[in-house]
């Protein structure tokens, strides 16, 4: 358990120190116990020689005020040991799943890491310090006192040593008992907050369907669950919990009859015995404290497990020696290969994009289109080919440089908690109000901040909701005019947005793609956006059918011709349908 902290906290001073203070003062306590034996033959004798106690008094009175000082300083430093140990193991998970491909982010493992964070993060830096330190002085004042004991009588150290395997291996089996129960309960508990999250995010779908109060039956299973399982752990604990209170409970009893045995047969003084008692008694209290701490000991142990498996997930691999500079935004695909699954979503897909060009991808719904603009990110690795950007495999480029280059500008927009200036910012934390400004006029964001009450210093809610998503999305392409990426990925909004978003998003699109340093792929759906573009990429199940300039491939009479010819069909049936609601509305 040790070992396994230490690998977790790299930095582990703080608890060391806290543990050796727990240590010191163990020992401590045990020795001073020991001064009984000297006292107490002095004192309890038919004339009591108070100078023979003197020093053993005096000695023990200097000992109490160290044992009370140290134990002033351990609360402090305990306190500041779970501190930076919880605020170390945090940031550890973050900049680990930072490195994560986004295939690890499944709904249960997104559980799993919310409840790292904050339940397992927690344990290990909380008991660490009120089970651990703990621990330590059960286990030494026992340990202390057993010396003790063998120094002054071994017949009675050996009855002591004879309880301790005894009362070992019924503590291992309660400790296994209770960290099997704990796993159990912990998977039940990981298995609520994903349906909790599962039921937040189902919420819009459940009320379509009529069943805002009825669709939370998945979390009410678990919530069962989760009580079944407490229940099942308790049961299978409580005999070997009484096992081991039992063992020291007659270990205790055995030692205080041949106590009094030896007494009455004159084998013991009035005074060892009384001091036999109270050290026998003190030896088996912290033993019998054990039990509590040995579950909380193992769920501790159990939650490091936990935090260990995740940072055991493989990160995207980093070249040793990554490329820091990328002199061309062209991208490049190279028989790319790619399965999220068994079925490929992508297969042997080639094209190159030049720098300062436009490419409209476009396909049926699950063509890949989404997976190209994800590999080219690097959001996971090919399974085969080669992606490149500016001529190099984007592998070997140094994560931080390739998403500097990068800006993605996602159909469903996520926006924090914020103002829209610091959302905004996200892109470019340094960027002057001026640079703000223009990223937000070339974005058609200037029109959004001006209608709203804070203007700049507006919250835009959790996730954004403050804003429609067409807003967001301007949001979105200002971040990518601030953040001067020199390739941008965009998801054009598949659905129907209202005319005025339609044109604000059309015109700032059309912004980012007229800067000839700027090279865009764009998964587009609007006519004007494929007909302005460089040239067009058709998918069809993952492979590339068509490449080429829109007007020729218009002219092929192939899928982008037939999809074009969709397209404008789909606008011509909005437009008319805006244009009857409007007549209709009109007096
Ligand atoms: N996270 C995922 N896990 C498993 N399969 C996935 C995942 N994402 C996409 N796929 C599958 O990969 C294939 C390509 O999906 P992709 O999202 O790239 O298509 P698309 O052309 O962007 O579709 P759409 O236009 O509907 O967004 C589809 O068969 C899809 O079901």
Redesign the pocket.
């Known amino acids: 358990m040790i070992r396994h902290l230490y690998r977790l906290c790299p930095q582990p001073w703080l608890l060391l120190r806290l543990g050796l203070l727990h240590a010191v003062l163990a020992v401590l306590q045990g020795l001073l116990l020991a001064l009984l034996v000297p006292i107490l033959r002095a004192l309890l004798r038919a004339e009591p020689d108070f100078a023979a106690a003197e020093p053993w008094l005096f000695t023990g009175a200097i000992g109490l005020l160290v044992y009370a000082v140290l134990t002033m300083i351990a609360s402090p430093v305990g306190f500041a040991a779970s501190m930076q140990l919880a605020a170390q193991l945090r940031h550890h998970v973050m900049r680990h799943v930072t490195t994560l491909p986004?295939?690890w982010f499944t709904a249960d493992r997104k559980a799993r890491l919310a409840r790292a964070l904050t339940a397992d993060v927690g344990c290990v830096a909380q008991l660490a310090v009120t089970i651990g330190a703990p621990a330590i002085t059960c286990v030494l004042v026992s340990a202390t006192i057993l010396a003790v004991v063998f120094a002054v009588d071994l017949r009675l150290a050996l009855l002591l040593l004879a309880v301790v395997p005894v009362a070992y291996v019924t503590l291992r089996h309660a400790g296994r008992v209770a960290s099997a129960a704990e796993i159990e309960l912990e998977a039940a508990a990981t298995e609520i907050a994903a349906r909790a999250i599962e039921l937040g995010q189902a919420q819009p779908v459940l009320r379509a369907a009529g069943r805002g109060e009825t669709g939370g039956e998945r979390l009410r299973e678990a919530l069962d669950e989760h009580r079944r399982s407490y229940r099942r752990g308790l049961g299978r604990s409580t005999l070997p919990d009484l096992g081991y209170t039992a063992v020291v409970m007659a270990g205790l009893l055995a030692v205080l009859v041949l106590g009094a045995r030896m007494l009455l047969v004159g084998a013991l003084s009035v005074a060892d015995t009384v001091a036999w008692m109270v050290l026998a008694v003190r030896f088996f209290e912290p033993l019998g404290a054990l039990i509590d701490l040995v579950g909380a000991l193992r769920a501790m142990d159990n939650a490091m497990t936990r935090l260990e498996e995740i940072f055991h997930a493989p990160a995207l691999p980093r070249s040793a020696d990554p490329v820091r500079r990328v002199e061309r935004a062209s991208v490049e695909f190279s028989r790319v290969s790619y399965a999220?699954?068994d079925?490929p979503?992508?297969s042997e897909v080639s094209f190159v994009c030049p720098p300062g060009t436009t490419t409209a991808l476009v396909?049926?719904?699950?063509?890949?289109?989404?997976?190209?603009t994800?590999l080219i990110a690097r959001f996971f690795d090919v399974d085969a080919g080669v992606v490149r950007v500016g001529g190099v495999d984007v592998r070997d480029l140094d994560p931080e440089v390739l998403m500097n280059e990068i800006a993605i500008v996602f159909?469903d927009v996520y926006l924090f908690d914020a103002t829209i200036e610091e959302n905004l910012r996200l892109a470019r934390p340094e960027a002057t109000r001026e640079e703000l400004l223009i990223a937000a006029r070339a974005a058609r964001l200037d029109e959004v901040v001006e209608r709203l009450p804070n203007g700049w210093q507006t919250r835009v809610g959790e996730a954004g909701a403050q804003l429609s998503g067409g807003e967001r999305q301007r949001v979105s392409i200002a971040r990518a005019f601030l953040k001067q990426a020199r390739i941008v990925l965009i998801?054009e909004a598949?659905s129907a947005l209202d005319p005025e978003n339609e044109r604000a998003i059309g015109h700032a699109i059309a912004e980012l793609a007229r800067d000839r340093e700027r090279t865009v792929i764009v998964?587009a759906h609007r006519p004007t956006t494929l007909a302005s573009a460089d040239q067009v990429v058709s998918?069809a199940g993952?492979r590339v059918v068509e490449t080429g300039a829109p007007d020729e491939l218009r002219r092929a009479g192939g899928v982008f011709a037939r999809l074009y010819h969709q397209y404008e069909q789909t606008r011509g049936w909005c437009i008319a349908a805006r244009r009857d609601a409007t007549r209709s509305a009109s007096p």
Request: proline share 0%; net charge positive.
């Open positions: 986004l295939g999220y699954t079925t979503a992508l396909g049926a719904s699950g063509s890949g289109k989404t997976t190209v994800r159909q998801d598949g998964i998918l993952g």
